[in-house]
């Protein structure tokens, strides 16, 4: 079973002094579903100091060591800038992905993090939140939608996979690299859709 390193969202808890990080339980049932082990990776391993939120990668680059995942999932949740030490982490497992040709599906704001980080821009939406949306293009069928940003442009090396009847971009993937990226979450389906299952074992491999 191929281990999957999956990125989480930072959840604030001021009542307690917590920042917490968080993922959702189906989204692992998803990635155990299609066959792979999911491993959340922690956020504060790729900072040195809590309050000035400083890269460190050395310890995220011994934690993959460690691990080896096989693939990385960019998982949804939270928007670009709003946690420094999410961003950090994300964007030292795409690099690390980059390097090795490793596989990586971004979901929604894993989507946005993979297009920002290849030289892409965010722009907001309207009517993308708590919905439903036909896809047109290479990848078609029905599907979530729950993100109030989306892509203001199809960044360098990547081509469109699909996008909405509005024209807003929903589905990406590098020409070169093993990378795609989803702006729905295949894991809040009721139904689980085997269009998403049948692209994830082809992207990761069985």
């Given at each position: ?14 009542d307690r ?29 790729s ?29 949804g ?35 946005q ?32 939608s ?61």
């Open positions: 079973m191929k281990v999957v390193a999956v990125s989480q969202r930072v959840e604030i808890l001021p002094g917590e920042r917490r990080d968080a993922l959702d339980q189906r989204l692992c049932a998803w990635l155990v579903t299609a066959g792979y082990l999911p491993v959340p990776v922690p956020n504060i391993l900072i040195h100091s809590t309050a000035h939120h400083e890269n460190n990668w050395a310890r995220l680059q011994a934690w993959l060591t460690f691990v080896r995942p096989e693939a990385v999932v960019l998982s949740g939270n928007d670009l800038g709003e946690c420094p030490e999410r961003d950090s982490t994300e964007e030292h497992l795409l690099g690390w992905a980059r390097d090795r040709l490793n596989p990586v599906l971004g979901i929604c704001r894993g989507m993090m993979m297009a920002v980080w290849s030289g892409g821009q965010l722009k907001p939406v309207d009517r993308h939140v708590n919905t439903r949306h036909a896809l047109i293009g290479k990848i078609t069928g029905e599907t979530n729950f993100h109030k940003f989306g892509l203001a442009d199809c960044p360098q090396d990547f081509e469109v996979l699909a996008t909405t009847e509005d024209g807003n971009l929903e589905a990406i993937r590098h020409s070169i690299l093993p990378w795609e990226g989803w702006m729905w979450h295949p894991e809040r389906e009721a139904k689980l859709a085997d269009r998403d299952l049948k692209r994830l074992r082809a992207l990761f491999g069985e």
